[in-house]
């Protein structure tokens, strides 16, 4: 069942900037989506279309996509929260974007003040929009594993809104561990719902890193032959409404494995490296993932050596 080609979406503009809390220009955004596509990324989750006042650091979402030089094969997304958000959002050409629902009312409250049925609702005519407009609409259910407010989130409760979704006419289902509790059995039953509704190629997992489950909730899902999963260079990430969630998986720590796995992903680990020194030098700290920190060391240490 184990996929021979792996696609990883990178979130790490979206969902790992959403959440630092130092200013980051647009300027550098833009050249942090340059420096992912230079090492092969081909799916780019660039900004959000959200409310300015909930994440300021989204706040130059048009500005970030008027300034990226797209190159051809590589679809950028945009996360879109209501019509609104479609509204400014299509200006931008976005060649997907992405809604979102929780599996956990209460978490729903509060992360877009409203309940999973009536955040379908409002999704409703935003993906009538986009799909008139020929956009691509990926879905993301967030806390399938856990919930800040509610505590253990079940599968059934994970497959309700799986079926909303299907029922609302969205391309694709992804299913994120935004805190990062899932283990692998869990996450392979909360993946078997998605799929006894969307095909193998429109399901993806998101996991979040906080309890160092990420890389084996992942190789749980190779085994069940899904080959589509979000990360986010240099571990960026966390979400500004479930506190304590640490960032997304880091692009690299999956790439060292699949790499390890002999699995096709289209991206190289030296100019994604290179992506991931440029964050820790923007934000002026390390990366928090394995490998980042593993091959930067070597890589100064072989400089260190070339210079003596
Ligand atoms: P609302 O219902 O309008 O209510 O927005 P509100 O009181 O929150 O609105 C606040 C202000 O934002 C109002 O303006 C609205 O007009 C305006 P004011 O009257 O104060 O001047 N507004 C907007 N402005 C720009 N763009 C928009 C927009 N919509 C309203 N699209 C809403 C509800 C959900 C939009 C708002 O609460 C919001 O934007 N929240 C932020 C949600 C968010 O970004 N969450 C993080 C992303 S989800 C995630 O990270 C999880 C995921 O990655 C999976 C995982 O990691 O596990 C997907
Ligand atoms: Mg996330």
Redesign the pocket.
């Known amino acids: 069942m184990r996929p021979e080609h792996v696609t990883l979406v990178e ?1 790490g503009p979206r ?1 790992g900037l ?1 959440n630092e809390a130092q200013a980051v220009s647009a300027e550098a955004k833009v050249a942090l989506v340059h420096s992912l596509q230079a090492a092969g990324l081909k799916e780019i989750e660039v900004t ?8 300021p650091q ?1 706040a130059d979402n048009a500005q970030v996509m008027a300034k990226i030089q797209r190159v051809p094969g590589v679809r950028y997304s945009v ?4 019509v ?2 479609w509204e ?1 959002a299509c200006h931008s050409q976005p060649d997907e974007i ?1 809604v ?1 629902a929780a599996a956990s009312e209460a978490f729903s409250q509060r ?4 309940s999973i049925e009536e955040s379908m609702l409002r999704f409703e005519p935003v993906v009538k929009a986009a799909k008139e407009q020929g956009v691509k609409v990926r879905a ?1 259910i ?2 399938a594993l856990g919930c800040p407010y509610q505590g253990t989130v079940s599968a059934d409760e994970v497959e309700r809104v799986v079926r909303l979704f299907k029922d609302l006419g969205v391309d694709h289902c992804g299913v ?3 805190l990062g509790v899932g283990t692998p059995d869990r996450v392979q039953e909360a993946m078997e719902r998605a799929l006894r509704h969307f095909p193998l190629h429109e399901v993806s997992g ?1 996991f ?1 890193d906080t309890y160092g489950q990420a890389l084996s909730n992942i190789y749980g899902c190779l085994q069940m032959g899904l080959h589509i999963f979000d990360t986010s260079v240099a571990g960026l990430g966390g ?3 479930a506190k304590g969630a640490t960032g ?1 998986v880091a692009t690299e720590d999956v790439l060292f494995m699949l790499q390890g796995l002999g699995i096709e992903t289209g991206i190289q680990m030296e100019p994604l490296i290179d992506t991931v020194a440029m964050v820790s030098g923007l934000l002026q700290r390390p990366p928090v993932s394995r490998v980042g920190r593993a091959l930067l060391a070597k890589r100064a240490a072989s400089e260190g050596a070339c210079s003596t």
Not at 48 to 55: E, I, T
Not at 79 to 82: A, S, T
């Open positions: 979130v969902d959403q959000s279309f959200v409310s300015p006042r909930w994440v989204m996360l879109v929260p209501n609104r958000g400014s992405v979102f992360n877009i003040n409203c993301a967030s806390c994120a561990d935004t998101h979040h979400c500004p409404y997304n």
